[in-house]
């Protein structure tokens, strides 16, 4: 069975800190996706990670994926209050399947 | 236009009441899923529409019943629900074949009395 883990939980940092959110998978898949998720929102897309050693960079967040490891990190630089949400890793089983299995979801909250 | 829409946002029925949830998106995507989410859960796949046909339905009782009229459209009936079935509800819609990020709508939030 597929699972998903990610760590930590609920993190609580300040702003201006830097961090790191780690996604580690039971599996093997070569795709990695990393979505957020405001209170009360839906999803919105981050990032889609496709090969090992990807590694992709939008504003403040950074995502990488080593499939060797089954790890995916999303690293978040000088945080700002709007970073606040809840972030999710997701693995697809691969093979055209549409098996999105999501990660257990972290809860960041940047103090002001 | 990469949006997917949910109707209705909220919905609450009573145990012996049939309502709908509708999805639609118009960016040609041909894969189309239907998730739960509970309260600072993740989402949980409950089916996925491949080139209109059910591909995936992950052990969801049988008072869900998907849909999925056209390619543009995700349906799911609903009919003698449990308390324990109210969460919120998205629909999602991705590539079909090719490994791709899903578009997630709104979500409906359901409560069931």
């Known amino acids: 069975e597929l699972k998903v883990e990610q760590n930590p939980l609920f993190l609580s940092m300040q702003e201006g800190k830097n961090y790191t959110i780690y996604c580690n998978y039971s599996?093997?898949?070569?795709?990695l996706y990393w979505y957020r998720q405001d209170p009360g929102k839906s999803l919105e897309s981050l990032f889609v990670?496709?090969?090992?050693?990807a590694v992709k960079q939008e504003g403040r967040l950074m995502a990488s994926l080593d499939t060797k490891a089954r790890l995916s990190t999303l690293h978040i630089t000088a945080a700002v209050h709007d970073l606040s949400a809840t972030y999710f890793c997701?693995?697809?089983?691969?093979?055209?399947?549409?098996?999105?299995?999501f990660g257990t979801g972290t809860r960041l909250k940047v103090l002001a | 236009d990469t949006e997917v829409t949910q109707t209705p946002k909220h919905l609450v029925m009573g145990m012996t009441n049939k309502k709908s949830l509708k999805c639609e998106q118009h960016?040609?995507?041909?894969?189309m899923y239907w998730y739960k989410q509970k309260a600072k859960k993740p989402p949980e796949l409950m089916f996925v529409?491949?080139?209109?046909?059910?591909?995936i339905n992950e052990s969801v009782p049988s008072r869900f019943s998907p849909e999925c009229p056209n390619s543009s459209l995700l349906n799911l009936h609903l009919h003698a629900l449990q308390p324990e079935d109210s969460a919120l509800y998205l629909c999602?819609?991705?590539?079909?074949?090719?490994?791709?990020?899903?578009?997630f709508g709104p979500g409906t939030r359901l409560t069931v009395l």
């Open positions: 997701a693995v697809d089983r691969g093979s055209g399947t549409y098996k999105y299995i």
């Open positions: 529409y491949s080139y209109e046909k059910l591909s």
């Open positions: 990670l496709l090969s090992n050693g």
């Open positions: 999602a819609s991705s590539q079909a074949g090719v490994p791709d990020t899903q578009y």
């Open positions: 960016m040609g995507h041909r894969a």
């Open positions: 599996t093997t898949s070569d795709r």
